[in-house]
Structures are given as C-alpha cells and as structure tokens.
C-alpha cells in the first residue's frame, strides 16, 4: 500500500515538519497527522504510514518524548512532546531550511530575470 | 531507556505499539463515521489511509534501534532449534569443522607462542642482537671477548650490550661427578633482560673479571635436583670445574637464553683461556637493550664507528665487517619461523576444505527450503532479513565446530609440540591463551560467512510465484554450477596438499640416498669432560687422552676408537681462516675451513674416505713436520684441478708458518645431510692433537669428544664405555651420547616431520575433498531423479546414465586438478626457500599425486552414479 502523495514530502521534511508541530503541546499520534493536514491547508499529504515509524525514530533519538494519558474522551493515548534537545534540532533545521528556501528562491527569481 | 531496557521489556513495547496503532485507527474510523460514513467503510477506509497496520507495525520496529538484536535472538533460536531437528547434519558439520578449526587452532598456538608473543622480559621491543657481517661469510653471530669490551664501552650511548657464551664442566660435589651444561655471561646480563634472580643475587661487575674469586648461578632445575631445594645453598661454596665456587644466586625456572637446558652460569670474565686474549676468536653471542628513544639503525651507525676504529687497528680481524642490529626475538626464532607458516598455510587448506564441505551441504539444505524461504518472503520478510538469518545460522554452526575445535586443540597441543623435532623454542609460551581464542572465534566466523555466504545469496527475490508453485522439487539446476565450483575447489586445495607431501617425500627419499661422508653404521659418538685434575698442564692432558683411547679400545665389541673435538652433524664447531698463497690475504677475503683437531684413528673409526694421498699418522707429532689433511672441498677451492698433495697451507691458528698438506679425503656432511649445501663454510680441514702446542691444548681438552666403531649395537656398549672412560680419579664424565645413525637420521629430522605433518594434512584433505563430491553428487542425482527417469524411460541404458553422473563429475574434479597443479607449482616453490633440500617442483609430484585423487574422486562419485542408474522410471515419473 503505498501513498500517492508521498513524493510531495521533499527527503527528511517530515521530521521538521513533526517536530514543529509537537512543539505546539503535547498531542498524540492522530492528532499530529490531522494538524499537519490542517496546518498546510491540505497541501501536504502526510503518509500515515510513514508517520508513526517516524515518530518512534524521533522518540529513539530523544528529541521527542512520550507519555500515555488519557484524552478528552476518556482512551488512553501516547502522547509526544518535544524535548529541549528537539527544540534544540528545530530551531536548527528551522534556521538551515529558511536559509535553503530562501537561496532557491534567489536563484528561481534570477533565473526567471534571466529569460526575459 | 536503554536499548537493553528496551530489549528486556519487549512484550510490553509489543502491547503499546498494538495500543498505538489501534488508537489512530479508531480516531480516524470515528471521525469518518461522525461524518455519516458508514461504520465498516469507515474501518476500511481508515486501515487504507494508514497502510496496513502490521506493515506500519513492522517499521515502527525497525525504527527503535534495537532490532537487529531482537531478529539476532530470534535467528539464534532458529538456528538452534534447525541444528536439533537435523542431528546428523549438524554433527557431520561440525566434526569436520572441528577437524579443521581444531588443527589451525593449533598451528595459530604456535604462531602466537613462538612468533607474535613478546619476549618475557621488560619492555622486549627494546632488546635486540648483534651479528658481525662480510661480504664474503654473511652474519656470523659471533664476537671476540676484546671487540665485545671495545663494543660494550663505546656503545654506552646508545645501548646496554651484554654476552654470553656455551660452557661447561664438570660438578664434583656431593656424590658422583656430573657433567654440567653453562653459560658463561657477562656481569650484567640478568639486569640487561630486566629477570629477577629466584634467590640471590647477579653477578657484581667486579667478579667478571680474572682472578677474583669463583662465583656460580645455578638454575632452578640443578638446584631443586642435586642441592634439594634449599635456601641455604646461596652463599655456600660448591666444587665446579676443580674450583671451589661460592652459589651466590639461583636462576627462575622460566628462563631460557637459548634452546638449551642449562645448568649454572658463570661470569665469562673469570674465563682464563687463551681464546679470551685474541681477537681471532670470536665465540660470544652480543645482545644488548637499546636505550630510549634510539632505533636499531642508530645503533648500527654508532656501532659502525666503532667498528672502523677496530679495522684501522686490527685489520686482520676486522677489515670488512660491519655489525647488524636486529630484533632479539626474530634471532631466537629465524631456523622455524618458515616451518610455522608453511604449517599454519596448511591446515588453512584443510580448514578451507573443511569450509567447502559445509558450503555445499548448507547449499543443498537451502535448495531443499527453497519452497520455506519462498514463503516467507510472501509474507512480507525481506531478502536482507531472510540473508542474515542464513548467516546467523552458519554462523552458529561455524562457532560450534570452533568451540569443539579448540577442545581438539587444548587435547592435542602439548604431544604436538613435543613432536617438534629437535624441540620448539619458546615452547613453554605455546598456550590456548587470549590470543588464540581471539584467533578461533575469528576464524569461525569468517568460516561461518565463508559457508553461509552461498546460501545467503540464495535467498529468493523475484520469481516467487514459480518457486512456491514448483515446491522445490525439480528445480535442481539454479546450485549445480555452484555445487561444481564446490567440489573443484576441494580438489584444487587437495592437490596442492597432496603435490606438497609429494615433493617433500621425494625431496627426503634424494636426501637420504646422500653420501654424509662417513660411515655412520656402528658407530657412536659422545662429549667427554676431563678430569678437572687433568686439566693443569699439557701433559696431563695428553695423558687424560691417551687414558680415554686406552679404556674405550679395552671394551669388548669397540673396534677402533679416536678423539676429535667436532663431530659430524652434531652442535658445535671450529672455523679457522686459512689461504694457500704466501701473502697473507686481506680479513675479508680469507676462507673458512672446519677443522677438526683429532687422533689418527678418525678416518678409520668413523669411515672417512681417503681420496688421495694418506690420512694422519703416529708419526705427525710435535717435533715433526705439521700436516693437515684436507677435503675435497677446500682442494677445490684452494688449488682447482692441481695436486694438492705435499703443497703448504697456511692457518694462522695452529701454526705461524705453512702447514703440509698430505692427504685429501671425502667431504663430511658436517652440518647434515640437507644443510650442508646451504652452508657458507663448507672447507674442511683434519689436523693431529697429536701436534697441538702446548698453549691451546687447555682450550681443546674442554671440547673432546670420543667417537667408537663397535661390532654390536654400539649402545649395548654404553654402560662399560661410561666405567671404562671415568679416568684415573674417576671424575670424568661422559655425556651427549649420539650414535651417528641417528644423528644422520635427525639431520632430516625438520624434513620428515614436515612430511609427516602435510602427509596427515593430504590425507584428510583428500578424505574430506571425496565426501564433499559423494554428498554434492549424492545430493543432485536425488534432484535429478525426475529427469533420469525420463531418459531412462526415453531408452538411456543404465550405463548411459552412469556415464552421465561420471563424466559431469570427471569435468569438476578435472577442473579442480589444473587450478590446483598451478597453485601446487606455487606452493612447491615456497617449500623450495623455506626448506632445506627441497628441489623445484618436478612432474614426478604430479604424475605420483594425480592418479590417487582420481581414483579416490571416482569411487566417491560411483556409488551416486550407480543409485541414477537403478532408478525405476515409472516411480521417478510418478513422484514428478
């Protein structure tokens, strides 16, 4: 079973991405997939089945860690916040993203100049 | 968590990835239906979404790190439980990997032992020898007592040099006389190694000088055996040599300067011989301990200075040496280090066989799982997973036969080294010790992978379909080309063991058809120490000798009987330069002769043959012209075609002037029967003790040695020999018995052993190389039966398919018989240069070795050739 979008996800966002949203609380394994969803406006198709070997990498790696406690209806579920080392690895990769979109686009942009 | 938490607490990380996984999908089927989805599409469609819960499952495993532990604990209990359900199997295996592992397991113990382990002393990489070196003679190990002073001094900057050197007299003390084995050393040679006395002290720099007063170390073993074990025998005054010895310390068990077992150690200072006045007589070994900092090429250009100094001064002795620097441990084991390899290369062939054999029975095992494996991947294991486990399950039968190996070898390690012949140095350090046990598991592993390697790769991939559709059962061809190359490497590493036996057997059937030069029937030789009270002045001491004629010849049964100092193919010598023109040639360019100082009786006694001219007679005596008797060797050499007879010789050592020549006789095969071609001194000279001054005759008295011709089994005769030979005090002593037999024999004795050893090898390597071709034979004509069936029923008569079986057989082993007359041509060469009186490889070898591996391959391939015949179509077709 494979997922057709998942070639959307450039190599190694899914990470970031993951750790961005832990950051925002700790949430369980659904609720990151749904908020990934909703946060990118349905323009990132997160493969599900990529999702949780992802998180238990990020967990083995100790950038994320995990609790179990119960949800607002009452199951009990594996909850995932970020570590300070996460944090940490975000606001690194964050940075190196930004610095790496940032310079295609420049060179997108001089190229589109060039054609004209 | 740690992954060994992480390990132990599996089961509950199974049930909280279970929790996980359904969580999401009831979140997901939840909101779906809270949607108005229907509550079955909406599972399904939550389960599609995730992409298959175990799938996902499985990954999330992987991603914890500790996987490969897991699988490895699960592949293990495979493995262990696939060994017991096939006992046979298994116990086949591992014998013969046992065989194999065991018997390099051996061969590496004397690797490690005798070459890779440290000398037992302080910081070894520091100690080192010294060789004298020309053009014209290579190394020679030895050192005059003055050069050795003028090395020791200079050479304070750079490195502490001590000596030693062979001695021994005779124990007088407390019961009958005892001849003892000593090495006379320089005062700080114990320090030097960095060895503690057992009790004691060394010796102090004062006493290794003439005249003080005599000082002894005995040895652990000497001092346990005649003195008791007591404390109180250090400070006590023992009777040595005719002197009265004051014990001032006693040597630790373990120690070994040499090969030999020595006795006691006396300072070499104290020695009053002529010898230790000149610096003609080089007779010390020199081993020092660099200092700090300083590397053996240092060492050698200090030394070098040095070494000039002494050729401007005495350029008789030194002109064209240099001195070479090397490795302490290299020295003490250089005569075996090739014979250790050439052992270890091997039974690394045999292991390797060994390998093969497993190899080919695993590949028909994983052949016949095909249908398993094929299954497996079906359910989602990768090809990765399905090689690892293939490995670990060799690897567990690899680590088996190894640990039983090693029972072999800790069984059979210490009757092997005692097998060596003319013993192992270093044999006391030859253990199954860490070194070994890292050796062997590495060694089983790497066999593991060897053999695990071909079923691993075997591991379906893609046409999975047709291999669960056929079950396994006609598919025979895919490991037949394998199978192949199975038994053509069995048969190659075979033939290279098999050519070797062959070429050491005829390398030993020439060598002993060689003439030694004597006749060594009947005949036996022994060392004499004389009377300590024969020994102060030169007529005593031609009395003594003429005393031990006298007695040897009044036995009855001795024949003849004569003195000498050396005797053919036993330790000991005596070069002397001599040169055969007026002018007395430059150091370097003299030659050097054996000499033998001997009674007129020799020739006869030991059975020299007289080429011209006469032997020594009564009439060669002081007062009377001095002759020699020469070999063919050095007439050659000396004068080429010319007559020698009657022309002057001059040899500084025994007189200033010429000598005579008045005889040539037979070279003597003095080093034994192979060395002697590989000697650099091959001269060799005769000259009557008869004729000796007086002022060397002290020095010789110390080396006599009576050989005896008998007419009965000359060690029959020991016993009255030994009453006859005590002396008039009946403190001389008689020790070193060799009969020249034997010693004829145990000249080969490094040859017939490696004979013996690639023999054994050979035969196992055969034994193993045919069982492998009936089992991968075996195995294929079981999967052929189907196709048999058809030609059978098609009209293939049984010879047909006997022929069939045969030829297909014939054309592997064929095979394996060419690569491994080109690997046999390799192996022959090495034998050449490693051992002595090994000629190049000869079709001989071959044309000997072939047929017994055919023959052998044949049988082994009959009986699966004869089961193919027999096969009833109708039931092959059937089962098909």
């Known amino acids: 079973m494979t997922d057709p979008n998942k070639s959307d996800l450039p190599q190694g966002t899914l990470d970031l991405l993951i750790l961005k949203v832990a950051a925002l609380g700790p949430l369980h394994g659904y609720a990151i997939a749904q908020r990934l969803q909703q946060v990118s406006r349905e323009v990132v198709q997160v493969p599900q089945g990529s999702l949780y070997p992802a998180l238990h990498r990020l967990e083995n790696r100790g950038l994320l860690a995990a609790d179990w406690s119960e949800t607002e209806t009452g199951r009990e579920a594996k909850f995932y916040r970020l570590t300070r080392k996460g944090k940490a690895q975000l606001e690194a990769e964050t940075a190196s993203w930004r610095r790496l979109s940032e310079a295609v686009g420049l060179i997108l942009k001089m190229s589109e100049g060039g054609a004209e | ?880």
């Open chain 2, 1 to 880: 968590m740690n992954w060994w938490q992480r390990l132990m607490r599996r089961g509950r990380m199974e049930a909280q990835l279970e929790k996980e996984v359904q969580f999401h999908l009831d979140e997901h089927a939840a909101e779906l239906i809270a949607r108005g989805v229907d509550p079955d599409e909406a599972r399904r469609q939550a389960r599609l979404a995730l992409g298959g819960p175990e799938q996902v499952k499985e990954k999330c495993r992987d991603a914890r790190g500790t996987r490969w532990l897991e699988d490895l604990l699960q592949d293990l209990q495979y493995a262990a439980r696939m060994l017991r359900t096939n006992p046979g199997f298994a116990a086949v295996a591992i014998l013969t990997l046992a065989l194999g592992s065991g018997a390099t397991t051996v061969a590496f113990s004397v690797v490690s032992g005798v070459l890779l382990k440290p000398l037992p002393y302080a910081s070894p990489e520091q100690l080192v020898t010294l060789h004298g070196k020309t053009e014209r003679h290579g190394e020679q190990w030895g050192f005059s007592y003055l050069n050795f002073r003028d090395y020791q001094r200079d050479a304070r900057e750079v490195a502490w040099l001590e000596t030693w050197s062979y001695g021994g007299g005779t124990l007088s003390e407390g019961g009958e006389a005892e001849y003892l084995t000593t090495r006379e050393i320089s005062s700080g040679l114990f320090n030097m190694l960095g060895v503690p006395l057992e009790q004691g002290r060394s010796f102090l720099p004062e006493e290794d000088q003439p005249g003080t007063g005599p000082v002894i170390l005995l040895s652990h073993g000497l001092w346990q055996r005649r003195f008791g074990g007591r404390s109180d025998v250090v400070g006590k005054s023992v009777e040595f040599g005719g002197k009265a010895s004051t014990v001032v310390g006693i040597v630790p068990a373990k120690f070994q300067l040499d090969d030999e077992a020595v006795d006691a150690y006396v300072p070499v200072g104290q020695n009053s011989e002529p010898r230790m006045q000149t610096r003609a007589a080089n007779f010390l070994h020199v081993m020092g301990r660099l200092n700090r900092g300083v590397t053996m090429a240092d060492a050698e250009a200090r030394l070098g200075v040095t070494t000039q100094r002494l050729a401007d001064a005495y350029p008789r002795y030194n002109a064209g040496r240099r001195i070479v620097v090397r490795p302490l441990r290299e020295d003490a084991v250089a005569e075996v280090r090739p014979m250790i390899w050439l052992l270890l290369g091997a039974v690394s062939i045999v292991l390797l066989i060994a390998c093969v054999n497993v190899a080919s029975l695993l590949l028909a095992k994983a052949v016949s799982r095909e249908r398993e494996l094929a299954m497996r991947v079906a359910l989602g294991a990768s090809r990765g997973r399905l090689a690892r486990q293939c490995l670990t399950e060799s690897a567990v039968l690899g680590l088996a036969g190894g640990a039983l190996g090693v029972a072999f070898a800790a069984a059979g390690l210490r009757p092997f080294v005692a097998l060596w012949p003319e013993g192992l140095p270093r044999a006391g350090e030859v253990q199954i010790d860490w070194r070994v046990m890292v050796f062997a598991t590495a060694a089983s592993l790497l066999c593991g992978l060897i053999f695990g390697l071909a079923p691993a790769l075997r591991a379906p991939a893609s046409d999975l379909e047709q291999r669960l559709r056929m079950g396994g059962r006609t598919l025979a061809g895919g490991s037949r080309k394998l199978h192949g190359w199975f038994v053509t490497s069995e048969i190659a590493l075979a033939v290279v063991l098999l050519v070797s036996a062959g070429v050491l057997g005829k390398a030993i059937v020439r060598l002993a058809a060689l003439d030694p030069g004597f006749r060594p029937k009947n005949v036996m030789a022994a060392r004499v120490a004389i009377s300590p009270g024969a020994l102060e002045n030169p007529e005593k001491i031609r009395a003594a000798w003429k005393g031990l004629l006298d007695g040897a010849r009044s036995v009855p049964g001795v024949e003849s009987a004569a003195l000498t100092d050396i005797v053919p193919m036993r330790v000991g010598e005596n070069s002397l330069t001599y040169w055969a023109t007026p002018a007395e040639p430059p150091a370097d360019e003299q030659s050097l002769a054996l000499s033998s100082c001997v009674t007129p009786d020799y020739a006869e006694t030991i059975g020299l043959r007289l080429v011209r001219g006469r032997f020594l007679n009564d009439d060669d005596r002081l007062g009377h012209p001095l002759v020699v008797v020469i070999d063919e060797n050095l007439a050659r050499h000396a004068f080429g075609d010319a007559n020698p007879l009657g022309k002057p010789l001059w040899v500084p050592a025994l007189d200033a002037g010429p000598v005579q020549i008045v005889g040539v006789v037979g070279h003597v095969r003095h080093w034994g029967l192979a060395s002697d071609d590989y000697s650099t001194v091959r001269d060799e000279l005769y000259y009557s003790s008869a004729q000796l001054p007086d002022r060397v005759t002290h020095l010789l008295a110390g080396f006599t040695s009576v050989v005896v011709r008998t007419n009965v089994p000359p060690l029959t005769l020991l016993a009255p020999l030994q009453k006859a030979l005590g002396g008039a005090t009946g403190d001389q002593s008689f020790y070193g018995v060799v009969t020249m037999d034997g010693a004829v024999r145990d000249s080969l004795a490094t040859q017939r052993f490696l004979l013996l050893l690639f023999s054994v090898f050979a035969g196992v390597a055969v034994l193993l190389a045919c069982i492998g071709i009936y089992g991968v034979l075996a195995y294929l004509t079981t999967r052929r039966i189907p196709e048999f069936g058809v030609r059978i029923a098609l009209g293939a008569s049984s010879r047909d398919v006997i022929g069939m079986v045969l030829r297909e057989s014939m054309t592997t082993v064929a095979l394996g018989i060419v690569a491994g007359a080109i690997a046999a041509v390799l192996a022959g060469q090495l034998l050449e240069h490693s051992v002595e009186g090994v000629r190049r490889i000869e079709p001989i070898s071959f044309v000997m070795m072939i047929p017994l591996l055919v023959a052998a391959a044949l049988l082994a391939s009959l009986v699966p050739a004869m089961r193919a015949s027999r096969i009833d179509p109708v039931v092959a077709l059937r089962e098909e």
